[in-house]
């Protein structure tokens, strides 16, 4: 059950990312000892298609704020 505070929106991120992790999964294995560049590639891919879909703006705006987690929870992460 979903909380009740998780917006419409948010849940649809949540079934795309699942969605996104499960062929991310199958293009690792697939490349084999490439993996870690096919996960790299994956994200260019992704980040050119989704400006067709949407805009630059758009993909900065998100790019910047997934680089703002990413940073926070390398920083939790030299807290512990």
Known sequence: MSEPNTSAAEQLFEKALDVAEKHLEAAMKEGGALSGYVAIAM????????????????????????ADQIEADAEEGDDE
């Open 43 to 66: 994200i260019e891919a992704a980040v050119n298609q989704a400006v067709e879909e949407t805009s630059h703006e758009d993909v900065a705006d998100m790019l910047r704020d997934l």
